[in-house]
């Protein structure tokens, strides 16, 4: 699995929301400021997740983006899910996505040798992203 840039600035700017959660709205401009990210890039990614309900956004001069979720209610799964879809690395594994192999000589077989080792793959990773919250992305970053 490899993370988009998606997914890579969705996390970035979720820290910056996670960090400041019950304080503080954040503007996109000052969270794609402080992580180096294109604002245009970033409208994108906060639209994707104010529609998947984990942000609210208010217009005005204190408005900004904010959590609507508590951080650790919000797994990084979610979110890599939202942003780019299964964590599956590929399509017959996939448990929310799930897709027949059209080409695959085991497609009709009991057992496949390669859907074997990437459900695998796929339980590994989305047994640690499932379980890894907002919160403790945030409390690993004020630590370091």
Not at 54 to 82: A, E, F, H, N
Request: aromatic share 4%; glycine share 10%; proline share 4%.
């Amino acid at each position: 699995m490899k993370l988009s840039k998606k997914s890579e600035y969705g996390l970035r700017a979720l820290l910056e929301l996670t960090l400041a959660h019950g304080t503080a709205t954040l503007q996109r401009h000052d969270i794609a400021a402080r992580q180096h990210i294109p604002v245009e890039f970033l409208e994108q990614i906060l639209l994707a997740l104010k529609r998947a309900g984990l942000l609210s956004s208010r217009r005005g001069m204190k408005g900004g983006y904010t959590l609507i979720k508590q951080p650790q209610d919000i797994t990084l799964g979610q979110v890599i899910r939202i942003l780019d879809g299964p964590l599956a690395p590929i399509g017959c594994v996939s448990k929310t996505a799930y897709q027949k192999c059209g080409d695959c000589p085991y497609a009709n077989h009991a057992q496949c040798p390669v859907q074997h080792v990437m459900g695998t793959v796929r339980d590994a990773i989305a047994g640690i992203l499932d379980h890894y919250t907002l919160a403790d992305f945030a409390s690993s970053h004020r630590k370091g």
